[in-house]
Structures are given as structure tokens and as C-alpha cells.
């Protein structure tokens, strides 16, 4: 008896006869040594004599009958195995009185079964639940697979619709599942109804929920026109949002669903239906608000990034820990807690243009200053002119995405959003990078003075000031497959619940521990560089003008200098610190014009000490004129005897 024997083979062949395919085990007989990986392998303990299971990755185990979810791992017996022809996925064998299958929980197996259980159903409560084991066994999958949890989705509310669209009479039918409950009832009698809205009952699931379950009233009219016989209504609620949440949502209610029979849709109701939602936690952080939202469940599969959580359509009602949802349409609800970064859509309308003509200038003359760097050789010896110019050049690549952002999220093509905020993120944390430069250097010029001499100055600043940003960016991009950071965004508008879809970074963690962080870090350092080297100007002007006619005007220029500084370090940007909330819509106006226009103001920075330059190197000339001129005698004076001799 061989020290190790397999009994169970994902392959579709024995251990003995081995196949070249990728997800075959390879089996020394005489080490016992397997070289990789397979769901599920059977070990004989030598000394015990016992069969062990030990499974090694995730699986879905369905059994007939449908009286085994999950396997026991010291449970496993001598079963004889039967391999599904033309599948590296799939095997079977028989265990106590079921015969089970088991699937690999990856894309192509899984995605295959979800299809055939739609497209050839049964019954629909045995589905359902055969989509819930199957979405819990392979809780991986579904986690990290934003297609494969839209296809789940979709596939439930296909079972669900199923399920409702099954005439009844009399008393409502009731579906327990381990993850949701399910109430179906029909409506008659609608005509002698005495108010215009009919209250619907949502299922208890747990005991603990009972006193959190939504109240639901749906109107007549919305009904009227549904023969009686298919008049059938369901309300779903589940015991977890979490398959609703794709962008860290914060969920503070139930998650309900309302279905109609007839393959009919609730949508532009002319009476809104009503949910009463209680909150399960009622303490809401400072700077959040309640919103009622619905899950926009119909986007397109392909773009699991346009799918998400939205206001349009609801509006949101709070009396104390209840929350009433009035909205004219009927998919999943839920009350979540959003942050309170919303903007009246005439502010948005002002921001917008402010923004768009201060980007278009700043692209303009960003792009005029690089020209005027690379067609005059002088401004390239100087290293300050060569990192103004690296900024200008962060500058504009900031400004053209930004401009081409809301243009980009209208397209709704996934890669195109994404190229979008990709190019965002680099480019802003290039600008912060290059301000960064900026303040080491004026600090290397103006306060260090001496030993400010490095070999290949500007190519390392160049590799800190384009690398870093690129290995920022290019690590985001590489963990897309386990968690997307960049896609499309929504902004919404407080006064109309509206929202704008921009291209941006989607995870609300991701953008706090890196833009933020980032910034922050680069906005102390530049304050602190910009304070030292103000007194360092204060000090000069003190011991400088002594006795001079014109300190005014000289303090004035101080005073220009030290603004000029504060936007070339882009100590502007530390406005968004004041920025957040409506009472401070102030702030966000004068963080708007600054930055947006910051491009154009480094130009006239980059003019206004290129004049300087040209003044000091004409002041120079003359000067050296002068002195070439006093200092050289005629011949006739230096040799004044020469004549003699002519």
C-alpha cells in the first residue's frame, strides 16, 4: 500500500495517468510528494489507518440530495469517484446516502452553473438556494470579483421575480433562506382600498431584526392596471447588505427589496411609495447625514465599476431614529451614512466654470513657458528656471485630465475612466512633488548659501520628482485584480439629489492615506521653508535699507515676493484643510481660483524674474562699460613721447 494515495482528482484522470493540463496533480509514488495545488486530496495516515481530507482551496460542494451544504473534513470515506468528461473543474462522489459535485471556485465553473440555474430553472426556492450556497462556499470569489457578484445579483433578482410571478390565493407565502426572507402576497380588492396607498408587511428573518424591519406602503395607482390574478407583490430583506456594497458604503438600515409580479417594473410613479427605515445605529458621526439610496442594479455587467449605490429619484426624511424614504421607483433600499460633501447645484454650476476657465489659462501658459524653456538656451543652465519649468510641466498635465474628466466619466467606457484618474492621481502628486523641489531648493539658495554644489543636481531631481509619483501609481494599478481604486466617482448635489460622475479614485481609504497624507506631509515642509526663508527676507530687508531712500517700495516687492513664493509652493492647496462643509464654501471658491489659476501665475513668476535677469545682466554690461572706460588711457597719454618719434 503506497504511504500516500489519491483518490479524489480534479484533472479528470488518475493519479497514475497524469495529463499535461495546468490543473493536474503530479504524484512520486515513491516520495509521496504531490507538486501542486488541486481542491480536494485524500491522505491515509499509515499508523491509523484513516482516510483525512484536506482541502486546499475554495470549493462548492452540491449535493442530491440537497441534504449536505458542507463536508466535514473528518468525515471523508472511501467513495467511489466519477470525473465530469471535459472538465478540469468538476468531479463527483458518493458520500452517506448523497451524491455530491464539486466545483472549483473560480470565474469560468462558477460563472457556468449561475448560467445554467437561469437559464434552465427548476424551483425556485431550491435555486435560490443553490445561489446562496453557492455564493457562500465561494465567499473569495464573490468578495474580491466585482463581475461575479453583479451576475449573482442579477441572477437572485431573476429568481426572485420567478418566485414572485407565482399565483396565489388567500394568506401570503412565506420563504426562510439562511441569508434573506422572502413574503409574497396578492393584492385585491384595490378599488374599495379608502387611501391611495396599500401598506405591505417585509419578512422577519432574524428575531433580533423584528423591531428593524422597514414599513412599506406602495400606492394603488402604481397597481391598478395589473390584472388581479398577477397583482402579486414581494418584499425581500436580507440579513446583510454586504453583497450591495462596492465601494465601502456605509449601510445603516436593512436592505429590502420590492418586486412586482407580471414582469412589471415599479419606476416613474406618479405616488411615490413610502418606506419607514429604523436605524440600527443611531449615533451618526459629526460631518455625516442619512441619505436614502437605492442600488442602481441595472448597469452593465461588463462595467461593474458603473454600478453602485444613488439618491436619484428619493428623498429623505428624518424624524429621530426613523427614517422616511419617499422614492418613485422600486429596487433595493437602504438608508446609508454619507459624508457631508455635497453641493448645491448652482454652487456646482459657479465651481465648475471657475475651474474650467482657470485650468484652460493655466494649461495655455504652462505650455507657452515649456516652449519658451526649450527654444532659450539660457533659461536651461539656470537649475531654477529648469524646475519651474518641471512644475509648469506637472502643471499641465493636470490641468488637460481635469479638463477631459467629466468628458471621459459621460463616455461610460470603464478604460477610458480609468486612464482618466490615472493620469489625475500622477499628475497631482507630481505638482505636490515638484512644489516639494521647489522649497528645497530656495532653501539650499537663500539659506544654506554655502556647499550647495551636487553632481547631476537636476537629473535627481527629476528622477524624485516624475519616479516617485510613477512607483505610487504603478503599485496602485497593479493591486487592480484584488481591489479597483480608479473608476468613476459620484458627486452629489444637495439641493436636488442629482448626481456628477467624475473619473477619480474611488476608495475613500486609499484617498486619505495617500493624497492627503502625501500632501500634508509636502504642505508642513514648504510652510516651514517658506516662514524660514520670509525672516531670512525681513532680516535682509532690515540691515539693507538702512539710510536708503525708498523702503516702502522695496517692502512692497518683499511682500510680492513672499506672495509669489507662497504659490510656487503651492501653500494655496492647504486651503482644502478649510474647505470642508458648507460653511466654508468661501474657502472652496478661493481654492478654486488659486490653484486652477496657479499655472498662470507661475508664468508670471517665470516673466517676472526672467525681466529681473535681463535688467541685472544689462546693470552688469554697463557697469563693466564704466569701468573699462575710466580705467583705458589713449596711446597718446599712456606714450605721450611716441609723437616725437614720428
Same mark, same amino acid.
Given at each position: 500500500?503506497?504511504?500516500?494515495?489519491?483518490?479524489?482528482?480534479?484533472?479528470?484522470?488518475?493519479?497514475?495517468?497524469?495529463?499535461?493540463?495546468?490543473? $493536474?496533480?503530479?504524484?512520486? $509514488?515513491?516520495?509521496?510528494?504531490?507538486?501542486?495545488?488541486?481542491?480536494?486530496?485524500?491522505?491515509?495516515?499509515?499508523?491509523?489507518?484513516?482516510?483525512?481530507?484536506?482541502?486546499?482551496?475554495?470549493?462548492?460542494?452540491?449535493?442530491?440530495?440537497?441534504?449536505?451544504?458542507?463536508?466535514?473534513?473528518?468525515?471523508?470515506?472511501?467513495?467511489? %469517484?466519477?470525473?465530469?468528461?471535459?472538465?478540469?473543474?468538476?468531479?463527483?462522489?458518493?458520500?452517506?446516502?448523497?451524491?455530491?459535485?464539486?466545483?472549483?471556485?473560480?470565474?469560468?465553473?462558477?460563472?457556468?452553473?449561475?448560467?445554467?440555474?437561469?437559464?434552465?430553472?427548476?424551483?425556485?426556492?431550491?435555486?435560490?438556494?443553490?445561489?446562496?450556497?453557492?455564493?457562500?462556499?465561494?465567499?473569495?470569489?464573490?468578495?474580491?470579483?466585482?463581475?461575479?457578484?453583479?451576475?449573482?445579483?442579477?441572477?437572485?433578482?431573476?429568481?426572485?421575480?420567478?418566485?414572485?410571478?407565482?399565483?396565489?390565493?388567500?394568506?401570503?407565502?412565506?420563504?426562510?433562506?439562511?441569508?434573506?426572507?422572502?413574503?409574497?402576497?396578492?393584492? $385585491?380588492?384595490?378599488?374599495?382600498?379608502?387611501?391611495?396607498?396599500?401598506? %405591505?408587511?417585509?419578512?422577519? /428573518?432574524?428575531?433580533?431584526?423584528?423591531?428593524?424591519?422597514?414599513?412599506?406602503?406602495?400606492?394603488?395607482?402604481?397597481?391598478?392596471?395589473?390584472?388581479?390574478?398577477?397583482?402579486?407583490?414581494?418584499?425581500?430583506?436580507?440579513?446583510?447588505?454586504?453583497?450591495?456594497?462596492?465601494?465601502?458604503?456605509?449601510?445603516? $438600515?436593512?436592505?429590502?427589496?420590492?418586486?412586482?409580479?407580471?414582469?412589471?417594473?415599479?419606476?416613474?410613479?406618479?405616488?411615490?411609495?413610502?418606506?419607514?427605515?429604523?436605524?440600527?445605529?443611531?449615533?451618526?458621526?459629526?460631518?455625516?447625514?442619512?441619505?436614502?439610496?437605492?442600488?442602481?442594479?441595472?448597469?452593465?455587467?461588463?462595467? #461593474?465599476?458603473?454600478?453602485?449605490?444613488?439618491?436619484?429619484?428619493?428623498?429623505?426624511?428624518?424624524?429621530?431614529?426613523?427614517?422616511?424614504? %419617499?422614492?418613485?421607483?422600486? @429596487? #433595493?433600499?437602504?438608508? *446609508?451614512?454619507?459624508?457631508? /460633501?455635497?453641493?448645491?447645484?448652482?454652487?456646482?454650476?459657479?465651481?465648475?466654470?471657475?475651474?474650467?476657465?482657470?485650468?484652460?489659462?493655466?494649461?495655455?501658459?504652462?505650455?507657452?513657458?515649456?516652449?519658451?524653456?526649450? !527654444?532659450?538656451?539660457?533659461?536651461?543652465?539656470?537649475?531654477?528656471?529648469?524646475?519651474?519649468?518641471? *512644475? +509648469?510641466?506637472?502643471?499641465?498635465?493636470?490641468?488637460?485630465?481635469?479638463?477631459?474628466?467629466?468628458?471621459?466619466? +459621460?463616455?461610460? %467606457?470603464?478604460?477610458?475612466?480609468?486612464?482618466?484618474?490615472?493620469?489625475?492621481?500622477?499628475?497631482?502628486?507630481?505638482?505636490?512633488?515638484?512644489?516639494?523641489?521647489?522649497?528645497?531648493?530656495?532653501?539650499? *539658495?537663500?539659506?544654506?548659501?554655502?556647499?550647495?554644489?551636487?553632481?547631476?543636481?537636476?537629473?535627481?531631481?527629476?528622477?524624485?520628482?516624475?519616479?516617485?509619483?510613477?512607483?505610487?501609481?504603478?503599485?496602485?494599478?497593479?493591486?487592480?485584480?484584488?481591489? #479597483?481604486?480608479?473608476?468613476?466617482?459620484?458627486?452629489?448635489?444637495?439641493?436636488?439629489?442629482?448626481?456628477? @460622475?467624475?473619473?477619480?479614485?474611488?476608495?475613500?481609504?486609499?484617498?486619505?492615506?495617500?493624497?492627503?497624507?502625501?500632501?500634508?506631509?509636502?504642505?508642513?515642509?514648504?510652510?516651514?521653508?517658506?516662514?524660514?526663508? @520670509?525672516?531670512?527676507?525681513?532680516?535682509?530687508?532690515?540691515?539693507?535699507?538702512?539710510?536708503?531712500?525708498?523702503?516702502?517700495?522695496?517692502?512692497?516687492?518683499?511682500?510680492?515676493?513672499?506672495?509669489?513664493?507662497?504659490?510656487?509652493?503651492?501653500?494655496?492647496?492647504?486651503?482644502?484643510?478649510?474647505?470642508?462643509?458648507?460653511?466654508?464654501?468661501?474657502?472652496?471658491?478661493?481654492?478654486? !481660483?488659486?490653484?486652477?489659476?496657479?499655472?498662470?501665475?507661475?508664468?508670471?513668476?517665470?516673466?517676472?524674474?526672467?525681466?529681473?535677469?535681463?535688467?541685472?545682466?544689462?546693470?552688469?554690461?554697463?557697469?563693466?562699460?564704466?569701468?573699462?572706460?575710466?580705467?583705458?588711457?589713449?596711446?597718446?597719454?599712456?606714450?605721450?613721447?611716441?609723437?616725437?618719434?614720428?
Amino acid at each position: 500500500m503506497f504511504p500516500l494515495h489519491l483518490l479524489l482528482l480534479i484533472s479528470g484522470t488518475l493519479a497514475m495517468n497524469c495529463s499535461n493540463s495546468d490543473d $493536474t496533480f503530479y504524484l512520486d $509514488t515513491t516520495t509521496g510528494e504531490i507538486s501542486m495545488k488541486n481542491i480536494l486530496i485524500t491522505i491515509i495516515d499509515k499508523a491509523e489507518e484513516n482516510l483525512k481530507c484536506v482541502w486546499v482551496i475554495e470549493s462548492y460542494i452540491e449535493c442530491t440530495p440537497m441534504n449536505v451544504t458542507s463536508i466535514n473534513l473528518t468525515d471523508c470515506q472511501t467513495v467511489p %469517484i466519477s470525473v465530469v468528461e471535459n472538465s478540469t473543474n468538476k468531479l463527483i462522489f458518493n458520500m452517506s446516502s448523497s451524491t455530491c459535485e464539486v466545483t472549483k471556485c473560480t470565474g469560468p465553473p462558477v460563472t457556468a452553473l449561475m448560467r445554467e440555474i437561469q437559464d434552465h430553472p427548476s424551483e425556485g426556492p431550491k435555486d435560490l438556494k443553490r445561489v446562496l450556497n453557492m455564493r457562500n462556499m465561494c465567499a473569495d470569489l464573490f468578495k474580491n470579483n466585482r463581475t461575479m457578484r453583479m451576475m449573482f445579483i442579477g441572477v437572485e433578482r431573476y429568481l426572485v421575480h420567478k418566485m414572485v410571478n407565482v399565483s396565489i390565493t388567500g394568506e401570503p407565502v412565506y420563504y426562510h433562506l439562511s441569508d434573506l426572507a422572502l413574503i409574497v402576497f396578492n393584492l $385585491t380588492n384595490l378599488t374599495s382600498a379608502d387611501d391611495k396607498m396599500v401598506k %405591505i408587511k417585509a419578512p422577519e /428573518l432574524l428575531s433580533e431584526h423584528n423591531s428593524y424591519i422597514p414599513e412599506t406602503w406602495i400606492p394603488i395607482d402604481a397597481l391598478q392596471n395589473i390584472p388581479e390574478e398577477k397583482r402579486t407583490v414581494g418584499v425581500v430583506t436580507y440579513k446583510s447588505p454586504n453583497q450591495f456594497l462596492f465601494k465601502e458604503e456605509l449601510v445603516r $438600515t436593512m436592505v429590502i427589496r420590492i418586486e412586482v409580479g407580471g414582469g412589471r417594473q415599479l419606476e416613474n410613479l406618479t405616488t411615490p411609495l413610502k418606506m419607514k427605515f429604523k436605524l440600527l445605529d443611531p449615533i451618526i458621526p459629526v460631518n455625516y447625514s442619512l441619505s436614502c439610496q437605492y442600488f442602481n442594479e441595472y448597469g452593465n455587467i461588463s462595467l #461593474p465599476d458603473t454600478v453602485f449605490w444613488k439618491t436619484d429619484g428619493c428623498v429623505t426624511k428624518i424624524n429621530d431614529s426613523v427614517v422616511e424614504c %419617499i422614492c418613485s421607483h422600486a @429596487t #433595493p433600499f437602504a438608508v *446609508l451614512l454619507i459624508a457631508d /460633501l455635497s453641493i448645491d447645484s448652482a454652487h456646482w454650476q459657479v465651481l465648475s466654470y471657475i475651474s474650467y476657465i482657470g485650468c484652460g489659462l493655466s494649461a495655455f501658459f504652462t505650455a507657452v513657458s515649456f516652449l519658451t524653456y526649450v !527654444i532659450t538656451t539660457n533659461s536651461r543652465v539656470d537649475n531654477a528656471n529648469s524646475i519651474h519649468v518641471s *512644475l +509648469s510641466g506637472a502643471l499641465f498635465l493636470l490641468n488637460t485630465s481635469f479638463l477631459l474628466n467629466e468628458w471621459g466619466a +459621460s463616455l461610460g %467606457i470603464r478604460g477610458v475612466c480609468i486612464f482618466i484618474a490615472v493620469a489625475i492621481h500622477y499628475s497631482l502628486l507630481s505638482c505636490f512633488t515638484w512644489m516639494a523641489i521647489e522649497a528645497v531648493h530656495l532653501y539650499l *539658495l537663500l539659506v544654506k548659501v554655502f556647499n550647495t554644489y551636487y553632481r547631476h543636481y537636476m537629473a535627481k531631481l527629476s528622477a524624485i520628482g516624475w519616479g516617485v509619483p510613477g512607483i505610487i501609481v504603478g503599485v496602485s494599478l497593479a493591486v487592480k485584480d484584488i481591489k #479597483p481604486l480608479y473608476g468613476p466617482t459620484e458627486m452629489t448635489m444637495a439641493d436636488t439629489n442629482q448626481t456628477n @460622475t467624475i473619473c477619480w479614485i474611488m476608495d475613500i481609504p486609499f484617498f486619505y492615506s495617500m493624497n492627503l497624507a502625501y500632501f500634508t506631509i509636502i504642505f508642513v515642509l514648504n510652510s516651514g521653508i517658506l516662514l524660514t526663508v @520670509t525672516t531670512r527676507i525681513c532680516q535682509l530687508q532690515r540691515y539693507g535699507s538702512k539710510g536708503k531712500p525708498g523702503k516702502a517700495s522695496l517692502a512692497w516687492k518683499d511682500i510680492g515676493t513672499v506672495l509669489g513664493l507662497t504659490c510656487l509652493l503651492g501653500i494655496t492647496w492647504g486651503l482644502a484643510f478649510l474647505s470642508y462643509g458648507y460653511v466654508n464654501l468661501p474657502i472652496l471658491y478661493l481654492f478654486s !481660483i488659486f490653484n486652477s489659476l496657479q499655472g498662470f501665475f507661475i508664468f508670471l513668476w517665470i516673466c517676472g524674474t526672467a525681466r529681473k535677469d535681463r535688467e541685472r545682466v544689462a546693470n552688469t554690461k554697463s557697469t563693466s562699460a564704466a569701468l573699462n572706460t575710466s580705467t583705458a588711457k589713449p596711446k597718446e597719454e599712456m606714450f605721450p613721447g611716441n609723437n616725437r618719434y614720428q
